[in-house]
């Protein structure tokens, strides 16, 4: 069965508004999580390692305070998208690393849809 | 840096036909190796991996790949492509931290 939830599974919002996507890792800990994008018919990118008590680690060309990341317990990432616009709909994908050797689990992933 | 490349932008197989999916590594030191498979509209769901010992390994899903160190590559392999297959196929190479680098992707087609 799955391992990491997230929610909502799509949403549709209008430009301006701020979106909150959570990811959750069910029946282990996830000290680290990791938050990805994708464009259609392409890769996985990472956007940003989301860390358990401590500030998020985003990769190059990511705006932070675009995508606001909090670690709040080591079951729950919440990755939000403040003053969305239609260039930000994409699907997110998020994904955490479960022992045996951290191995990576995913999401089902969050489409969303900026009007 | 490290790379994973996927030289097969697309595939199309006939059902019952044997499937391989390639996925070359940039050189290093022995890396964690994996395929995951991705259903349109849905997450990534892993197929095998790759860390240490055996060089073939089984997967889910009739599934199997083989590490080659001299040729860097890790392929993805299936003896009979069933239809259920279709789908698009990463592989991705473990780094520091937990992290995931990953191919751009093959996306298999089959044919009836």
């Known amino acids: 069965g799955a391992v990491v939830s997230q929610h909502p599974s799509w949403v549709i919002c209008k430009s301006g508004t701020s979106v909150k996507i959570e990811c959750r890792s069910l029946?282990?800990?996830?000290?680290?999580m990791f938050w990805y994008r994708q464009f259609p018919k392409q890769s996985l990118m990472l956007m940003a390692t989301s860390n358990e008590g401590s500030k998020a680690t985003y990769e190059q060309g990511v705006e932070k305070d675009k995508f606001l990341i909090n670690h709040a317990s080591l079951t729950l990432s919440t990755l939000t998208v403040t003053s969305a616009h239609p260039e930000d709909s994409s699907f997110y994908i998020c994904?955490?690393?479960?022992?045996?050797?951290?191995?990576?689990?995913f999401g089902p992933g969050t489409r969303l849809l900026v009007l | 840096a490290q790379s994973v490349t996927q030289p097969d932008i697309h595939i199309t197989v006939s059902e019952g036909a044997s499937l391989e999916l390639r996925c070359n590594y940039s050189y290093g030191a022995t890396p964690y190796l994996f395929w995951y498979v991705q259903s349109p509209g849905q997450g990534l769901q892993l197929l095998l991996k790759y860390f240490s010992g055996d060089t073939l390994v089984q997967g889910i899903k009739g599934f199997e790949a083989e590490f080659k160190r001299s040729q860097s590559s890790f392929n993805l392999r299936k003896p009979s492509v069933h239809w259920s297959d279709a789908a698009e196929y990463f592989c991705a190479r473990g780094g520091a931290g937990n992290m995931l680098t990953f191919g751009g992707g093959t996306r298999l087609m089959v044919k009836p």
């Open positions: 029946d282990f800990q996830a000290t680290t």
């Open positions: 994904s955490a690393p479960r022992s045996p050797q951290e191995t990576q689990y």
